[in-house]
């Protein structure tokens, strides 16, 4: 039986500010943070009920900045597994397909 992870008051007001702030629905940021998108529309309907929770409208650079790695991150991510499923459908030689991702790799990550 799994148990239940509890968040802090900090972790769900900051989640909460970057759905408002940021152009992503609820599914994509719980996607991004790892977390069920339940859980962040009940914080932000918590926060908009009660007064006492005041919710910033604006995000520091760090945080536009992290949403915006993650995303990246997850575009990666999807292009990394369609190239692993063409690689497996087709017949590619192994050395060049390994040094496709590395340069692939050295693109997103050495910048």
């Known amino acids: 039986?799994?148990?239940?992870k509890k968040y802090d008051e900090e972790f769900k007001k900051s989640t909460v500010n970057m759905l408002l702030n940021s152009d992503l629905k609820a599914t994509e940021l719980a996607n991004d943070?790892?977390?069920r998108s339940d859980l962040i529309s009940r914080w932000k309907r918590e926060y908009e009920d009660s007064g006492s929770g005041k919710?910033?409208?604006k995000l520091d650079p760090k945080d536009q900045?992290?949403?915006q790695l993650k995303k990246e991150l997850n575009n990666v991510r999807m292009?990394?597994?369609i190239l692993k499923k063409s690689y497996e459908?087709?017949?590619i030689?192994?050395?060049s397909f390994q040094k496709y991702l590395k340069n692939l790799y050295?693109?997103?990550?050495e910048q």
């Open 1 to 4: 039986m799994k148990t239940r």
């Open 33 to 35: 943070l790892g977390i």
């Open 89 to 91: 459908m087709r017949s």
């Open 55 to 57: 919710i910033e409208k």
């Open 79 to 81: 292009e990394r597994d």
């Open 93 to 95: 030689s192994l050395p």
């Open 106 to 109: 050295l693109l997103f990550y």
């Open 65 to 67: 900045e992290i949403i």
